[in-house]
DNA sequence: ATCAAAATGATAGTCACTACCAAAAGATAT
DNA sequence: ATATCTTTTGGTAGTGACTATCATTTTGAT
């Protein structure tokens, strides 16, 4: 009974590994290029397939539909974390503000960057904002589960959903583009947007 | 020059208004019926339209995607003129629930029954989620440039939208069941859930 | 009855997506 | 290296939402 471990399961470089790794990678960059060149809707998923030379199966398999191309998840575990790293007396809405700091300080530049450029495009397509923006209000929920164990409450508690979609708002209020917003706006720093905004929030929304 | 004013373009009763509005009521009401039935997904737009006895152009020329049936619009309008009839001195907050106390008090019992029906299937079915959401957050923008009038600010001003986007998170978050939140939660009354959270978002969300 | 405009139905086609199967390629044991 | 097993891939066929288009019917006004 030798233990083999040659390639378990996991991360480790296994050759098929890598190379599914590269594929997806091939099939996401394609995808952005041709719908930066041609716009969403007039890129099919043939093309996309073609252009990272797989067949459309194969593009299925990699991504559930043609939105997914589009969206980045993650974030919203990082900001769980950085949530629950903060200290217990601050609180619920200057602890989602020092997390946010803390993960806009802990990204690169130019990660922080291409989150931004993603988070345009996403918010741009009609099919596409859609789906983020109901991926978004899921977070809500499980942040709203954070919080209420932070405050010793039922997760179920409408005070602390409340909260959970105050924040959840103010963010969405200052990230989307829905009509105008443009040039300068837009390229104004999506970090101080959120901070300011929940800044405003912390206050009592004083207007 | 005789001016003929038999059926002019709007509202008025002529035959061919009231049979598209026929047509359209039982187009929808036969898909709601369906789906109860059957689930979204698994009802077809050729289903609906044979059991409306229509055909499915005429199903698309009364509503453009399949979602469009489940989903209700209006509602924003009617909330705008309430917003914009409350007396300026009170608190951009405090007006928003004073109008929608107003709506609530206007709708008869029957009327608000069937829009919580509607809203509870809209937020279960994934699909129309989505696009719900979308809509509904278009219309943050449309309260917020009613906000900024109201308070004599820029409509792109951040600390505008901040606010409207707080208030649309915190309906969202009373109003949507995305995981559980079952039985006695969905069946309490939506109106109270809205308002409570609204006091609270006015009381500076202390928690 | 007659005529113009509007509504409908039917047809053909595109595209996202699913189910399924057979071939190719990577990994493992001898 | 060879045989074997598993994973990944490509191809084929099909469903269903949605679009474009055109001929036919229905309705309103004269």
Same mark, same amino acid.
């Given at each position: 009974m030798t233990h083999t471990l040659g390639a378990p399961a996991g991360q480790p470089g296994g050759l098929r590994e890598r190379k599914?790794?590269?594929?997806?990678?091939?099939?996401?960059?394609?995808?952005?290029?041709?719908?930066? *060149? /041609?716009?969403? %809707?007039? $890129?099919?998923?043939e093309q996309i397939a073609a252009a990272a030379e797989v067949s459309p199966s194969?593009?299925?398999r990699y991504f559930?539909?043609?939105?997914?191309?589009?969206l980045q998840d993650d974030m919203e575990t990082l900001m769980l974390e950085a949530f629950e790293r903060q200290p217990?007396?601050?609180?619920?809405?200057?602890?989602?503000?020092?997390?946010?700091?803390?993960?806009h300080?802990?990204?690169?530049?130019?990660?922080? *960057? /291409?989150?931004? %450029?993603? $988070?345009?495009?996403?918010?741009?397509?009609?099919?596409?904002?859609a789906r983020a923006m109901d991926d978004f209000a899921r977070t809500i929920t499980m942040m709203a589960e954070a919080m209420a164990k932070r405050t010793g409450r039922n997760p179920d508690d409408l005070a602390v959903r409340a909260?959970?979609?105050?924040?959840?708002?103010?963010?969405?209020?200052?990230?989307?583009?829905?009509n105008d917003w443009r040039g300068?706006?837009?390229?104004?720093?999506?970090?101080?947007?959120?901070?300011?905004?929940?800044?405003q929030l912390e206050n009592g929304l004083q207007l």
């Amino acid at each position: 009974m030798t233990h083999t471990l040659g390639a378990p399961a996991g991360q480790p470089g296994g050759l098929r590994e890598r190379k599914k790794a590269r594929t997806r990678a091939a099939i996401r960059e394609h995808a952005l290029r041709l719908i930066r *060149e /041609q716009g969403y %809707q007039a $890129t099919t998923v043939e093309q996309i397939a073609a252009a990272a030379e797989v067949s459309p199966s194969t593009f299925f398999r990699y991504f559930p539909t043609k939105e997914d191309v589009v969206l980045q998840d993650d974030m919203e575990t990082l900001m769980l974390e950085a949530f629950e790293r903060q200290p217990p007396e601050v609180g619920l809405v200057a602890a989602v503000r020092a997390a946010t700091r803390e993960m806009h300080d802990a990204m690169s530049e130019a990660l922080w *960057e /291409q989150m931004r %450029q993603t $988070t345009e495009l996403a918010m741009t397509i009609p099919e596409v904002r859609a789906r983020a923006m109901d991926d978004f209000a899921r977070t809500i929920t499980m942040m709203a589960e954070a919080m209420a164990k932070r405050t010793g409450r039922n997760p179920d508690d409408l005070a602390v959903r409340a909260v959970a979609g105050a924040i959840f708002g103010v963010v969405l209020s200052v990230t989307a583009p829905w009509n105008d917003w443009r040039g300068e706006h837009i390229n104004a720093d999506l970090f101080e947007r959120i901070d300011a905004g929940l800044a405003q929030l912390e206050n009592g929304l004083q207007l």
